[in-house]
């Protein structure tokens, strides 16, 4: 269905006061930014924010709400034959040979890691969005092999997952905060997946292989 005028200014609106927020984080730090300020540099009132943002880390991690169930969606579109270990470490080399974004490859995510770095309840939030993405994933999971309600295979493979898709981010915000390039991290990401899928073991390799139709 084709986006309204009303949703697309909506959406318009809600895209520039992110970008307005983030520019005034990266420059002077998330503690030293309020939403009145945010508020006013975007041209909106405090009420505005507050009804696309209901909370000032919001505004940080705006694009989070993909990233949540990014691993959940990985392992439900896995090939046939493939296991959901697999299908993530696939997804994340493919991320990493195109020197992605979405794993912080890119010019100026030191800053953006800085700003988390210095600010206690971004580094909250953000623990608060590992947990999310673990639950995801373990819904999937559950979902996937038709596990039951007290089974506690999908809960430890989502921990196991998880640990993968973490180490990956871990190291990459470590280089970057570093000064290293993109490149030269991506390169480094590929040969650190290889040493983590040769740590993991056959049990997590061949958990919720999907069957050949």
């Known amino acids: 269905m084709a986006e309204g005028l009303r949703e697309r200014k909506k959406r318009q609106t809600r895209q520039?006061?992110?970008?307005?927020?983030?520019?005034?984080?990266?420059e002077r730090g998330f503690d030293a930014v309020t939403v009145a300020e945010i508020a006013e540099a975007a041209n909106v009132s405090v009420n505005t924010v507050y009804n696309y943002f209901p909370a000032k880390e919001d505004l940080f991690f705006d694009r989070s709400a993909g990233v949540a169930d990014q691993l959940a969606r990985w392992v439900r579109g896995r090939d046939a034959?493939?296991?959901?270990a697999r299908a993530v470490l696939r997804e994340l080399r493919a991320e990493a040979e195109a020197v992605s974004p979405r794993l912080g490859l890119m010019e100026g995510y030191d800053r953006f890691m800085r700003v988390i770095q210095e600010a206690?309840?971004?580094?909250?939030?953000?623990?608060?969005?590992?947990q999310e993405i673990?639950?995801?994933?373990?819904?999937a999971l559950?979902?996937?092999t038709a596990a039951a309600p007290d089974d506690p295979l999908p809960d430890l493979m989502a921990g196991q997952i998880c640990w993968v898709h973490q180490a990956v981010f871990v190291?990459?915000?470590?280089?970057?905060?570093?000064g290293r390039k993109p490149a030269e991290v991506s390169r480094e990401v590929l040969v650190l997946l290889d040493d983590i899928e040769d740590l993991l073991s056959e049990k997590v390799l061949n958990y919720a292989v999907r069957g050949v139709e």
């Open 120 to 130: 206690p309840p971004l580094r909250s939030r953000l623990w608060s969005l590992q």
């Open 142 to 144: 559950r979902e996937e």
């Open 134 to 139: 673990h639950d995801a994933l373990e819904t």
């Open 16 to 26: 520039y006061i992110s970008d307005v927020a983030t520019g005034l984080f990266l």
């Open 81 to 84: 034959g493939e296991s959901a």
């Open 171 to 178: 190291a990459v915000g470590r280089e970057m905060l570093a």
